[in-house]
């Protein structure tokens, strides 16, 4: 059985991107972020939709270029006692929950997620108080105080195996905030799920007769889709799964030709991991020039060098994330779930 929760879909403003550097300030940046991170035993944590000048002085100073899993598990596990989070804010806030003790940054506080923020506390509370017999799961997309919330969190790299797992135990849950992942993990487990109404604006953008007239022009090609596309799109992937699991069937998968349904920041650490195949950026409403976003973040792209910069020479401030005590020791338990299931299916 599957039931959903109607929330509606908020309209966002979109953040103004970073200004535009010169090659020669990027190499400026690109330097003093070295020594600026050796100076203050600090250390970059950077997601795969970032700019690739991040994801490659993450590589050359130590740091890791990751999924949110990952990204956590990183984090936590560095000796730096400064973590510097680029991506979202949602991640910088694990990091925090996960490493209270550590300084955590980021470029900018303002990079939001369309899926944190459909999912306000107030009215998420509300949902759960009258389903007080569902066990509640939530994507790390959200906010530290729907975090606090739940009994779960889990990623995408994960969230069919924690729902299988819940459901043999004959749980009735309670998934948010993404619908279409919700919908997927329904479908591939049979769980017994209601689930919030988010989506992601990146891939709620992907569109399956564009995809189609793709695929014409390209017979060859396999098709990898994250799951936080539409449930129409997910049916026409060859792959399905997390940014590292996409990388990962990049590599694996014979085809030489890939049309990759994800934010195209991917691309840099996909085409790392196989040099030798043609990748190809999805469909999004973009052809008449009307999609929103166009498959890139406009959150993960408010992540430049300057404001990596900034926050290592600020070391706190606006850069710093905190997240309130109480709040903290709350969202710590379901996230030590998720990484203890998670270190079960990696042993
Ligand atoms: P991953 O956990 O697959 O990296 O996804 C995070 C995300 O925000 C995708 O849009
Ligand atoms: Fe959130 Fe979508 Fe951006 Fe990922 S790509 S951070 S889910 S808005």
């Known amino acids: 059985m599957s039931l959903f929760f109607e929330n509606p879909i908020l309209d966002y403003p979109f953040p103004?991107?970073?200004?535009?550097?010169?090659?020669?300030?990027?190499?400026?940046?690109?330097?003093?972020?070295?020594?600026?991170?050796?100076e203050r035993n600090a250390v970059l944590v950077?997601?795969?939709?970032?700019?690739?000048?991040?994801?490659a002085l993450a590589e050359e100073t130590g740091g890791c270029v990751a999924d949110s899993l990952e990204m956590a598990r990183f984090g936590s596990?560095?000796?730096?006692?400064?973590?510097?989070?680029?991506?979202?804010?949602?991640?910088?806030?694990?990091?925090?929950?996960?490493n209270p003790e550590k300084t955590v940054l980021m470029p900018t506080l303002a990079a939001e997620?369309?899926?944190?923020?459909?999912?306000?506390?107030?009215?998420f509370n509300a949902f759960c108080d009258s389903h007080p017999e569902r066990t509640v799961v939530v994507y790390a997309n959200t906010s530290a105080e729907v975090k606090a919330r739940a009994d779960w969190v889990v990623t995408s790299s994960i969230a069919v195996e924690l729902i299988e797992h819940l459901d043999s135990l004959g749980e009735k849950l309670i998934w948010a905030p993404d619908r279409h992942l919700g919908s997927y993990v329904q479908k591939q487990t049979g769980a017994d799920i209601l689930c919030w109404q988010g989506a992601c604006i990146v891939h709620d953008e992907f569109k399956t007769q564009a995809l189609a007239r793709m695929k014409a022009l390209y017979p060859q090609a396999a098709v990898l889709v994250h799951p936080e596309s539409p449930q129409s799109v997910v049916e026409m992937a060859d792959a399905v799964g997390s940014t590292s699991q996409l990388i990962n069937a990049a590599k694996t998968l014979p085809h030489?030709?890939?049309?990759?349904?994800?934010?195209?920041?991917?691309?840099?650490?996909?085409?790392?991991?196989?040099?030798?195949k043609v990748l190809i950026e999805a469909p999004t409403a973009g052809e008449g020039a009307t999609c929103r976003s166009c498959a890139h973040c406009p959150w993960m792209a408010m992540n430049g060098v300057q404001a990596i910069f900034s926050a290592l020479v600020a070391d706190g401030g606006e850069h710093e994330i905190q997240v309130a005590a109480g709040v903290r020791e709350k969202a710590l338990?379901?996230?030590?779930?998720?990484?203890?299931?998670?270190?079960?299916?990696k042993s």
């Open 333 to 345: 338990l379901p996230l030590n779930r998720m990484l203890a299931f998670a270190a079960t299916l």
């Open 77 to 98: 596990l560095h000796p730096a006692t400064t973590l510097i989070v680029a991506g979202v804010r949602f991640m910088g806030e694990t990091a925090k929950i996960l």
């Open 113 to 123: 997620c369309s899926l944190d923020l459909g999912c306000p506390i107030e009215q």
């Open 256 to 276: 030489r030709e890939l049309i990759v349904a994800t934010d195209r920041g991917i691309f840099y650490k996909m085409q790392q991991a196989c040099p030798e």
């Open 16 to 38: 103004p991107r970073p200004k535009l550097l010169s090659e020669q300030e990027k190499q400026y940046y690109r330097e003093r972020i070295k020594t600026l991170l050796a």
């Open 46 to 55: 950077a997601h795969y939709y970032t700019d690739p000048d991040i994801q």
